[in-house]
T-cell receptor, first 118, second 113 residues
Framework: AQTVTQSQPEMSVQEAETVTLSCTYDTSESDYYLFWYKQPPSRQMILVIRQEAYKQQNATENRFSVNFQKAAKSFSLKISDSQLGDAAMYFCAYRGNAGGTSYGKLTFGQGTILTVHP | EPEVTQTPSHQVTQMGQEVILRCVPI?????FYWYRQILGQKVEFLVSFYNNEISEKSEIFDDQFSVERPDGSNFTLKIRSTKLEDSAMYFCASASRVKYGYTFGSGTRLTVV
């Protein structure tokens, strides 16, 4: 079974600074997808960024980028120029791409609470 | 931007009662999911649904749980006899294709008293 581990229960960053959230995963599959979701106090789950395992290039979405190390099974999220609105719980998630109609459940990590200081 | 809509946003029920949580997925999506999040804990998969049947379910999804897509637009999660430990945030999600990821609803907070 796949597992996702976020070893940082809490992180903090000064506004305008850069912060990196860590995520490691364990899988025997070769083809899969990785995601970062943001959960603000409203508890809505918002997709931040996704990475396809067969792509070597790291995904980037504006101020958010990932460092995907497939051999090390590591998938960290870097937030540049942090803003107060970035404060939230961040979840790393894994989804296999084994095909078929099961479509692959998401397996989540435990989450990292990010605090942004003005 | 299309949304997944969940109702109600908050439901309080007595232990032993049946509850139905409702979701309206994005209209052209084909794959539907329920997840739950006990307060302060990680998000857990409950069930996935495709082509009018369950395609995968977790060990949490026991006989007390059922899902239905009664009219081609709604997607419901029923808990037959609620327990205190069913208190959680329940998220519905839908997807069109694997590579596009999921869209989550804003969740229903279920409180069992």
């Amino acid at each position: 079974a796949q597992t996702v581990t976020q070893s940082q229960p809490e992180m903090s960053v000064q506004e305008a600074e850069t912060v990196t959230l860590s995520c490691t995963y364990d899988t025997s599959e070769s083809d899969y997808y990785l995601f970062w979701y943001k959960q603000p106090p409203s508890r809505q789950m918002i997709l931040v960024i996704r990475q396809e395992a067969y792509k070597q290039q790291n995904a980037t979405e504006n101020r958010f980028s990932v460092n995907f190390q497939k051999a090390a099974k590591s998938f960290s999220l870097k937030i540049s120029d942090s803003q107060l609105g970035d404060a939230a719980m961040y979840f790393c998630a894994y989804r296999g791409n084994a095909g078929g109609t099961s479509y692959g459940k998401l397996t989540f990590g435990q989450g990292t609470i990010l605090t942004v200081h003005p | 931007e299309p949304e997944v809509t969940q109702t109600p946003s908050h439901q309080v029920t007595q232990m032993g009662q049946e509850v139905i949580l409702r979701c309206v997925p994005i209209s052209n999506h084909l794959y539907f999911y329920w997840y739950r999040q006990i307060l302060g804990q990680k998000v857990e998969f409950l069930v996935s649904f495709y082509n009018n049947e369950i395609s995968e379910k977790s060990e949490i999804f026991d006989d007390q749980f059922s899902v239905e897509r009664p009219d081609g637009s709604n997607f419901t999660l029923k808990i037959r006899s609620t327990k205190l430990e069913d208190s959680a945030m329940y998220f519905c999600a839908s997807a069109s294709r694997v590579k596009y990821g999921y869209t989550f609803g804003s969740g229903t907070r279920l409180t069992v008293v």
